[in-house]
């Protein structure tokens, strides 16, 4: 089976100036208010990826820095919850030169795009990277119908 994935040029260019205003505006707020206060930033940390075969949906989020003791995740009818926290290694009672590496709790909420079986799913986190493997519900999975011919 072959998927073709077409784009229409309009919505790329939609997509690229929503980027570019995003970036804007997150410039705009770090210089009033500082690092770390984003409109946008926090509604996409962790960055994600969704795939599925014809069993399972995969979610692979990146954590860097982010111990298994700080995350939770769960899961609910068509949702998955990833929150957490990422802890600063540095001591309190130091000067910043430059401060460009995120911390603070996240909380991200994932619509996910079929029915799963949410008893039998599983995660793993290395090197930085969840693992969400979540198996497909039965009636999300899909069936083959024979042709009868004549």
Excluded: C, W
């Excluded at 793993?124 to 069936?143: F, R």
């Amino acid at each position: 089976m072959v998927f073709l994935n077409l784009k229409d040029p309009f919505e790329s260019t939609i997509s690229k100036e929503i980027s570019r205003l995003q970036s804007e505006m997150d410039k705009l707020f770090e210089k009033v208010f500082g690092r770390g206060l984003s409109l946008f930033k926090a509604h996409n940390y962790p960055a994600v990826n969704i795939y599925h075969d014809a069993d399972n949906l995969y979610i692979t989020a990146e954590l860097p820095g982010v111990s298994i003791e700080d995350l939770d995740i769960s899961l609910e009818e068509n949702s998955i919850t990833i929150k957490g926290e990422k802890k600063s290694p540095i001591k309190e009672d130091v000067s910043f030169h430059r401060k460009e590496r995120d911390e603070g709790s996240f909380n991200r909420v994932i619509t996910l795009p079929v029915k799963i079986d949410p008893e039998k799913g599983k995660a793993e986190l290395k090197n930085g990277i969840l693992t969400v493997t979540l198996p497909k519900a039965e009636e999300a999975k899909p069936k083959k119908i024979e042709i009868k011919i004549g």
